[in-house]
């Protein structure tokens, strides 16, 4: 196997104005296969997946076969609350590769590539609020807008995400 992935970002906390906005900007990839069942294969393998805070809440994308042009802005209203939002372009790496789900589990596929490049945006916005230096309640709504791979390979090419969870921390 011959695979790989990185993440190239930047990014900048504004502490003097309103909000104390903190913007960041990143390019993620992951290699995906170009002749998929030939040797060597070249599909990124995601060991432990845990890409809500890095591909999207919605989990309809994970680390494989895939680039992602993303944002984030994080703002603090009250010491108690943080808003955050994320923006997420998303490309597959391979277009006759599969487009893996954040399990690491093949979520569709255009085997002769004919559905192209594009998967869509996502678009999240989470709300934490701190009620004590032990819980939090995160609460937010994320949806993914399918581009021409999603439409063309399944039934439902767009998806959304509500939630709210509690936390307490010991």
Do not use: K
Request: net charge neutral.
């Amino acid at each position: 196997m011959v695979a790989g992935a990185t993440t190239v970002g930047a990014g900048r906390i504004f502490a003097d104005l309103p909000l104390s906005p903190s913007y960041w900007i990143y390019y993620d990839m992951a290699t995906g296969t170009r002749n998929p069942g030939e040797s060597p294969a070249s599909t990124f393998q995601q060991l432990f997946p845990f890409s809500h805070y890095y591909l999207g809440w919605t989990d309809q994308v994970g680390r494989q076969n895939i680039r992602d042009f993303n944002q984030h802005l994080y703002l603090y209203p009250a010491p108690w609350l943080t808003c955050w939002i994320q923006y997420h372009r998303f490309w597959l790496f391979s277009a006759r590769d599969a487009l893996y789900n954040a399990a690491a589990q093949v979520s569709r596929v255009s085997p002769n590539g004919s559905a192209g490049y594009d998967v869509g945006q996502e678009v999240d916005l989470v709300l934490n609020f701190h009620l004590g230096p032990r819980s939090d309640i995160l609460a937010g709504y994320c949806t993914l807008f399918g581009g021409d791979f999603l439409r063309q390979t399944g039934p439902s090419a767009n998806s959304s995400l509500s939630f709210v969870q509690y936390q307490f921390r010991w």
